[in-house]
């Protein structure tokens, strides 16, 4: 990764993936340690600007942070003076002023985080930009399936659900097709981005065509809370046309894995004992997101800040 910000996938070649996921191994290794803490970003400090809501990826930066013995700065809009009037950039020059070697920014807007690299020194990492990008959704959804088979190379994948609205699909088609994966999303027109020029990808209109022949289905949230109209007649409607039910589940090659970036509506777009059957990779996704944070963490820090750190220390602690 040459750069020196995380904000989309294409900041990232496909070698840089690779060279991310083999970091990842390493950190997947110290994750299950009995104590899972390197001292590789002793001294750096990262901040956390979260201007929307999250529970596994703040949890996963902050957890990823703290094993790579980085201090971390928590700023939740709630308690903070955005609700005072506080623009984005006040508030970033003065965490910068604090002395921040990095920011990691969720936010509403679409180039939110590329606009804060701008008024900061330090590297920005993207938490999710409002239907933009997720980058670092899409490493650890590539690395849980290269750890499931290998390499990504031919592997089919439907994403189904809101494509529209959602920066998953987004990041995650960029980066499948990136590593050699057939995409193929899955959605009703209304429920499809006006153009789907930025990617490599084929379309669907019901999830049946795409069932009996896939590897992979990536299922995906209703974001209700983007929409302006309702896409679908009922939620029950979408359930039927596009939702992996029981009866589908039923149907599926024993070997197809199933996805999903969570927070998952079970009983809407997925069954409710899907994620958790033998197929299902949900809690693969969250235990690699940690590792692959921490991935990106120890890259991008390494090559912003002391050279010292272009190699990875990820020898165990004294005692561990
Ligand atoms: C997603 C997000 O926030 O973009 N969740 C996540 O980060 N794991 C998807 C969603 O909100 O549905």
Redesign the pocket.
């Known amino acids: 990764m040459g750069a020196t910000h995380l904000l989309t996938i294409d900041d990232l070649s496909a070698a840089d993936i690779d060279e991310l996921m083999r970091l990842t191994d390493s950190f997947v290794e110290v994750s299950e340690r009995r104590i899972p803490k390197v001292p590789a970003l002793r001294g750096r400090t990262v901040a956390f600007l979260f201007y929307e809501d999250?529970t596994?990826?703040r949890l996963s930066f902050e957890t990823a942070a703290k094993r790579l013995s980085a201090d971390t700065m928590n700023f939740s809009v709630g308690s903070s003076s955005v609700s005072k009037g506080e623009s984005l950039r006040d508030t970033v020059q003065t965490i910068q002023a604090m002395g921040v070697d990095g920011i990691v920014l969720r936010h509403k807007s679409a180039g939110a985080p590329k606009l804060i690299t701008q008024w900061t020194d330090g590297s920005v990492i993207n938490a999710?930009d409002g239907w933009h990008a997720?980058p670092t959704?899409a490493l650890l959804d590539t690395y849980t399936l290269r750890q499931q088979r290998g390499s990504l190379t031919g592997m089919r994948i439907a994403i189904v659900g809101d494509i529209k609205h959602s920066?998953?699909a987004r990041s995650n088609a960029a980066a499948f097709t990136k590593m050699g994966a057939k995409v193929t999303f899955v959605a009703p027109k209304t429920l499809l981005p006006s153009s789907l020029e930025p990617w490599d990808v084929t379309v669907a209109h019901s999830i049946d065509d795409v069932i009996d022949e896939v590897d992979v289905l990536y299922m995906?949230?209703m974001?209700m809370e983007r929409q302006e109209r309702s896409p679908v007649p009922s939620l029950r409607e979408y359930t039927r046309q596009f939702g992996l039910t029981a009866q589908r589940f039923q149907r599926l090659n024993d070997d197809v894995l199933v996805m999903h970036?969570?927070?998952m509506n079970r009983g809407v777009e997925i069954a409710a004992d899907v994620p958790d059957s033998v197929n299902g990779l949900v809690t693969d996704q969250v235990r690699n997101g940690v590792a692959v944070r921490m991935a990106v963490l120890f890259k991008l820090f390494s090559t912003t800040s002391d050279p010292s750190f272009s190699k990875p220390t990820i020898a165990a602690p004294a005692g561990a």
């Open positions: 999250s596994r990826t999710g997720h959704q920066r998953v995906l949230r974001q970036p969570g927070p």
